[in-house]
């Protein structure tokens, strides 16, 4: 058991304050706007960096010794692990997890050798999904930690590196099918660029999108029924991320024809590492029908990297919300907490409380979304904002039957135009009686 005296954590809306290892909000089979909340948030824990990472970073080595560790890179451990992980998992009440591949077992010196490493922890994954119900939201390769990827996966200046990429993809894709997974995801750690004296774009961008295509094929050959997944981000490893953003993903998509094959999976961390606001590539990727899933986490904008907290921050998780409940949910995908207790938080009691604490933000981030969209107020605002294109000339500019000259007519005869204030403020305060 691990670890002894913490079990399964209890709904409790009546908590003290310093009761934190208990759900305030967060009530599984609540019902909010015809769906549980079970439903609505479809939470996930993330094997990486709740079972893989132990508080290390660029400036340390790591602070964390969990329970189970025995300090190898063992096959026996690795299924250690993973017990002790389904074990977190019935205790949290979570219905899915996610993982990499080289998250579940060791790298062996050969492909071989490495692939039935793999193969013997996924048989382990698999009677541990059945006996606890837990689901796979999504799988996904580790395409950039080994040194063979410096220069990239699907973009390295070596085709026999994104060959040897496209092999473990081509695992990869069966340990999907194998256990279940909802959906897979890419994540180009590395498909970037340092500086462009040495670089060819054009040719990197054509080469992962026909690795894209080789994976599209052989999901078909082999009946992956899953959702493919994108997952932008502006910087690190590299100084430019070829995926910077999901306006940028959505551009790349469409400029290859690969649009109706991926939808994006979104982590708000990266979109504030490309400059925008926490919710922009949630919003901007749903208005778009191409918001597949969501890793939820946080960071520090003042630190300027890539930090992995916990979601904690209630109009966040409002913002968020309110987007996944306007587009009737987010299924395939979830709420995937892609996110890391501190290097100073080393208690196993500690990695309990970040996601129970998690949960709860987006279970009241749900609850505001549904009082907003229920009572319609901010809507109407919004609505009345944008009154003039509903009729004339607006409503002809929308839908493209207007012509300059037609313009032109109209504005010798009403005159210069005298925009309505935004009255962003107004919005702000509406918002915030909500949260």
Same mark, same amino acid.
């Given at each position: ?7 399964k ?15 305030r ?8 706007l015809g769906k549980?909340?079970?439903?609505w948030?479809?939470f996930?824990v993330c ?12 400036f ?7 329970p ?17 992980a ?9 219905k ?6 080289r ?6 010196e050969?492909?071989?050798e490495t692939?039935?490493n ?7 994954? %698999? /009677? ?5 119900? &837990?689901?796979?939201?999504? @799988?996904?390769?580790? #395409? ?10 699907g973009?390295?200046c070596?085709a026999h590196?994104?060959?040897?990429a496209?092999?473990?993809?081509k ?6 099918v194998?256990?279940?997974?909802e959906?897979?995801?890419?994540w180009?750690?590395?498909e970037?660029y ?5 670089t ?6 054509d080469?992962l999108?026909a690795?894209y295509n080789m ?8 009946g ?10 502006a ?16 551009s ?7 649009t109706?094959?991926?939808?994006l ?8 590492? %490309? /400059?925008h606001?926490?919710?922009h590539? &949630?919003?901007?990727?749903? @208005?778009?029908?191409? #918001?597949?899933s ?9 630190l300027?990297?890539?930090t992995?907290?916990?979601?904690m ?13 306007e ?10 907490f892609?996110?890391?207790?501190r ?10 409380i970040?996601h129970?604490?998690?949960?709860d933000?987006?279970?009241r981030?749900?609850k505001?979304?549904a ?11 919004l609505?009345t ?5 509903n009729s004339?000339?607006?409503a002809r500019?929308a839908?493209?039957e ?5 313009c032109?007519k ?10 309505a ?6 919005f ?8």
């Amino acid at each position: 058991m691990y670890p002894p005296g913490i079990g399964k954590v209890e709904y409790k809306p009546d908590a003290s304050a310093s009761e934190t290892l208990v759900f305030r909000h967060y009530d599984s089979q609540q019902e909010i706007l015809g769906k549980t909340m079970e439903d609505w948030l479809r939470f996930s824990v993330c094997y990486w960096h709740s079972f893989r990472g132990l508080g290390s970073d660029p400036f340390g080595s790591g602070t964390i010794k969990r329970p189970w560790e025995d300090d190898t890179d063992s096959l026996n451990n690795a299924k250690r692990r993973l017990r002790a992980a389904f074990e977190f998992f019935s205790k949290l009440g979570n219905k899915y997890w996610t993982f990499h591949d080289r998250d579940l077992a060791p790298e062996g010196e050969t492909l071989a050798e490495t692939n039935s490493n793999l193969d013997e922890v996924i048989d382990l994954a %698999a /009677g541990l999904q059945k006996k606890t119900g &837990v689901k796979l939201l999504w @799988a996904t390769c580790n #395409l950039f930690s080994h040194p063979r990827y410096m220069h990239g996966a699907g973009t390295s200046c070596d085709a026999h590196v994104t060959a040897f990429a496209a092999a473990q993809l081509k695992k990869g894709l069966e340990v999907a099918v194998r256990l279940g997974a909802e959906n897979f995801v890419f994540w180009g750690g590395r498909e970037g660029y340092h500086s462009l004296l040495n670089t060819d774009v054009k040719a990197d961008l054509d080469h992962l999108a026909a690795f894209y295509n080789m994976a599209i094929a052989y999901k078909e050959k082999i009946g992956f029924k899953g959702q493919f997944l994108i997952e932008p981000k502006a910087k690190e490893p590299t100084r430019h991320q070829y995926d910077f953003d999901a306006q940028t993903v959505m551009s790349f998509l469409h400029q290859y024809g690969l649009t109706k094959h991926f939808k994006l999976n979104i982590e708000p961390n990266h979109t504030t590492l %490309a /400059g925008h606001p926490y919710e922009h590539d &949630v919003i901007f990727s749903s @208005a778009y029908g191409m #918001l597949g899933s969501v890793d939820a986490n946080t960071g520090s904008p003042d630190l300027g990297w890539d930090t992995d907290q916990f979601p904690m921050d209630i109009r966040s998780c409002t913002m968020v919300m309110r987007t996944v409940v306007e587009q009737g949910g987010i299924a395939p995908g979830g709420l995937n907490f892609d996110a890391k207790v501190r290097r100073e938080s080393t208690e196993l009691r500690d990695l309990f409380i970040a996601h129970a604490g998690a949960m709860d933000s987006f279970a009241r981030g749900l609850k505001n979304a549904a009082n907003i969209i229920s009572e319609g107020v901010l809507q109407k605002s919004l609505n009345t904002r944008y009154l003039s294109w509903n009729s004339g000339t607006g409503a002809r500019i929308a839908s493209g039957e207007a012509t300059l000259e037609e313009c032109e007519k109209f504005i010798m005869e009403c005159g210069n135009p005298n925009p309505a204030s935004g009255r962003q403020e107004h919005f702000e305060a509406m918002f915030n009686h909500y949260i």
